[in-house]
T-cell receptor, first 109, second 114 residues
Framework: GDSVTQMEGPVTLSEEAFLTINCTYT??????LFWYVQYPGEGLQLLLK?????DKGSNKGFEATYRKETTSFHLEKGSVQVSDSAVYFC????????FGSGTKLNVKP | GAGVSQSPRYKVAKRGQDVALRCDPI?????LFWYQQALGQGPEFLTY????????KSGLPSDRFFAERPEGSVSTLKIQRTQQEDSAVYLC????????????FGPGTRLTVL
């Protein structure tokens, strides 16, 4: 069945470091792919999305490219900030949402 | 309102009690979703409404779980005879359009069953 696998956390980085959070998916057909972020004490917020192969989603300095050949949608940011500390969820939609288990990011000053 | 709201934010129940969790979606959003998020896991789909019609309830884990949205706006998730394994955060999301569109999530209700 459809599923999403993302790297386990926590990921701990220093401010201004480069971030990659890996996400791969299994699905028949062509799902839409999403990254959601959950800040401490808050609900899930859409960070970015891509609806077809080779699309690049971007927002707040984060980027992810929909790679059909590797079934991946890795999240990247060139220079993280302390305020980026949160839990990040990769997700796909095909008839319904399927979420990964989340990756906690800690950014130290 | 400005966003999706849920109440209560926290609920403690004794095993065997019935609970009711409320979701107020964004005004005008036709689609409403319920998810269950266990500790350290991603949200798992429970059920989906389009207006008042429950179009998909395949994620409800047992017949103790029941959801309704009688007037196509507010929704209630009811859990009967709660068990310890029901302890989780229950998230509600709404969307303007088909279930493929961006979903706006509420803050969740954390249910603890003792």
């Amino acid at each position: 069945g459809d599923s999403v696998t993302q790297m386990e956390g926590p990921v701990t980085l220093s401010e201004e470091a480069f971030l990659t959070i890996n996400c791969t998916y299994t699905a028949t057909g062509y799902p839409s792919l999403f990254w959601y972020v959950q800040y401490p004490g808050e609900g899930l917020q859409l960070l970015l999305k891509a609806t077809k192969a080779d699309d690049k989603g971007s927002n707040k300095g984060f980027e992810a490219t929909y790679r059909k050949e590797t079934t991946s949608f890795h999240l990247e940011k060139g220079s993280v900030q302390v305020s980026d500390s949160a839990v990040y969820f990769c997700a796909l939609v095909r008839h319904k949402f399927y979420f990964g288990s989340g990756t906690k990011l800690n950014v130290k000053p | 309102g400005a966003g999706v709201s849920q109440s209560p934010r926290y609920k403690v129940a004794k095993r065997g009690q019935d609970v009711a969790l409320r979701c107020d979606p964004i005004s005008g959003h036709v689609s409403l979703f319920w998810y269950q998020q266990a500790l350290g896991q991603g949200p798992e789909f429970l059920t989906y409404f389009q207006n008042e019609a429950q179009l998909d309830k395949s994620g409800l884990p047992s017949d103790r779980f029941f959801a309704e949205r009688p007037e196509g706006s507010v929704s209630t998730l009811k859990i009967q005879r709660t068990q310890q394994e029901d302890s989780a955060v229950y998230l509600c999301a709404s969307s303007n359009g088909t279930n493929y569109n961006e979903q706006f999530f509420g803050p969740g209700t954390r249910l603890t069953v003792l």
